[in-house]
């Protein structure tokens, strides 16, 4: 007879692909215990293998917790060769369990999805520091060109800006302002916006004034759709 031990192991298995393992681990163990001359030995094996066929017939192939772990294990790898040698390792058992085959894909994906997020962020991290790059460049050459021509107001640097078609050479620091006031809204052409517009008074020593309209929103010229002919 099995031990109550040996028992009560094959009884907690909750897959089959567990139950698998833990009946070959008692199997090799009746091998090396009982020659093969042993009357107990075969009895044994027979008595495992009846077991292990009952007991199996009420499990999945693969626990729940098991399929996470390897969908879990899959998705965690840093680079396209780990996430490979990852697929790779679990490709046999793959083979056994269709379950098992889908947890390594639903792993795969959430690698991919994660790898495109990251360099998603990476590429707007770049492009915003190039972006601010080339608004610093602007706001100098603007304050340059500007600064010699008495503007007392911020409205005149817009009005310039427009009138002398520069929404292209300023494109980034200068664009279209939604505005609004109690019930009305509107739109503003070579407006600034806030952090840009507080600069520019400062470095201009413009007069700012409180009209009691609110900055609802700003597009740069170089982001409007279809683009902006000043």
């Known amino acids: 007879m099995l031990t109550d031990q040996e028992i009560r192991q094959l009884m907690g298995s909750t897959s089959k692909l ?5 009946v070959d681990a008692i199997r090799a163990s009746i091998m090396r215990t009982f020659s093969e001359k042993s009357p107990a030995r075969p009895n044994l094996l027979k008595a495992l293998e009846e077991l292990a066929i009952q007991i199996s017939s009420r499990l999945p ?16 790898w840093s680079s396209h ?10 490709s046999r058992q793959a083979l056994i369990s269709s379950d098992i085959a889908q947890a390594v894909q639903r792993g795969a994906g959430r690698w991919r999805e994660k790898d495109s997020f990251i360099k998603t962020q990476e590429l ?40 002398n078609k520069l929404s292209a050479k300023y ?41 009691g309209a609110r900055v609802k929103s700003f597009r740069a010229f170089s982001d409007v759709q279809n683009g902006f002919k000043s």
């Open 124 to 163: 707007m991290r770049v492009e915003a520091i190039k972006r601010h790059e080339l608004e610093e460049i602007e706001f100098a050459q603007l304050v340059d060109e500007v600064k010699a021509l008495g503007f007392t107001e911020s409205r005149q640097v817009s009005s310039y800006i427009i009138a």
């Open 81 to 90: 060769v780990a996430l490979q040698d990852k697929i790779d390792k679990y």
């Open 61 to 76: 192939d693969v626990s729940p917790r098991t399929l996470m772990e390897i969908e879990d294990d899959v998705a965690s």
């Open 171 to 211: 494109k980034y620091i200068s664009g279209i302002l939604e505005m609004e006031r109690d019930q009305d809204a509107w739109q503003y052409r070579g407006g600034f916006p806030p952090r840009i517009y507080a600069r520019l008074c400062d470095a201009l020593g413009l007069g700012r004034k409180d009209s």
């Open 18 to 22: 567990e139950l698998k393992d833990k």
